[in-house]
């Protein structure tokens, strides 16, 4: 069983920047992809962004396009996200997620069904 653990969130004014981590109990690369999700109160989970392993192609959410970037480090088991720009909306819970089949195979690589390893997540609040 693999064990994701998120750090990095925290408060931040809007236009400040974040970057999350999420170290991994296993080796990062032997899942397909890795991404982020997000929730907010009262919203459902969103994808965010997410990176294949293998080749480190990545795919974002078109909000957080230009302003997010996901990357993974492979000797650190450590998945991170950086985030720029950070706007009121992006305030929620963070998750880091790892699949263990192709997360790209449905045509969209934010299918929820597809992560089978979860973290706990941290919270992110942007305020303005």
């Known amino acids: 069983q693999v064990h994701l653990v998120e750090s990095g969130g925290g408060s931040v004014q809007a236009g400040g920047s974040l970057r999350l981590s999420c170290t991994s109990s296993g080796y990062i690369g032997s899942s397909y992809c890795m991404a982020w999700f997000r929730q907010a109160p009262g919203t459902e989970r969103e994808g965010v962004a997410a990176?294949?392993?293998?080749?480190?192609?990545?795919n974002y959410a078109d909000s957080v396009k230009g302003r997010f970037t996901i990357s993974q480090d492979n000797g650190r088991n450590t998945l991170y996200l950086q985030m720029t720009s950070l706007n009121p909306e992006d305030t929620a819970m963070y998750y880091c997620?790892?699949?263990?089949?192709?997360?790209?195979?449905?045509?969209?690589?934010?299918?929820?069904?597809?992560?089978?390893?979860w973290g706990q997540g941290t919270q992110v609040t942007v305020s303005s």
């Open positions: 997620a790892g699949a263990a089949r192709p997360c790209w195979s449905t045509g969209s690589w934010f299918k929820g069904d597809d992560y089978n390893y």
């Open positions: 990176i294949r392993t293998g080749d480190r192609s990545t």
